[in-house]
Nanobody, 114 residues
Framework: VQLVESGGGLVQAGESLRLSCAASGSMWGISTMGWYRQAPGKQRELVATITGRGSTNYADSVKGRFTVSRYNSNDTVYLKMNNLKPEDTAVYYC?????????WGQGIQVTVSS
């Protein structure tokens, strides 16, 4: 299984970005997909997840600003990030739970300048 992220970059505070993650390989048993992030000197933390049935879960810090979505037909998950803040700066990791195993992407940098 391979998870490949795209869409990161450098933006100013208040702007938007959309991250994409395409999963490939054996998708049998795929369930939850989503995003985590890790800022310098901090632990990796949950950003948002979405189940195969569309139930979502968000970190309090991103509620109302970020939206997670997925297309089950091609095993792709997205993260639309609006009103970005400098504290959102981090490496963002795509995540997928497939047949009871955790899979991670290589990570993509998002930098928000003030």
């Amino acid at each position: 299984v391979q998870l490949v992220e795209s869409g990161g970059g450098l933006v100013q505070a208040g702007e938007s970005l959309r991250l994409s993650c395409a999963a490939s390989g054996s998708m049998w048993g795929i369930s939850t997909m989503g995003w985590y992030r890790q800022a310098p000197g901090k632990q990796r933390e949950l950003v948002a997840t979405i189940t195969g049935r569309g139930s979502t879960n968000y970190a309090d810090s991103v509620k109302g600003r970020f939206t997670v979505s997925r297309y089950n037909s091609n095993d792709t998950v997205y993260l639309k990030m609006n009103n970005l803040k400098p504290e959102d700066t981090a490496v963002y990791y795509c995540y997928s739970l497939i047949h009871f195993r955790d899979y991670w992407g290589q990570g993509i940098q998002v930098t928000v300048s003030s």
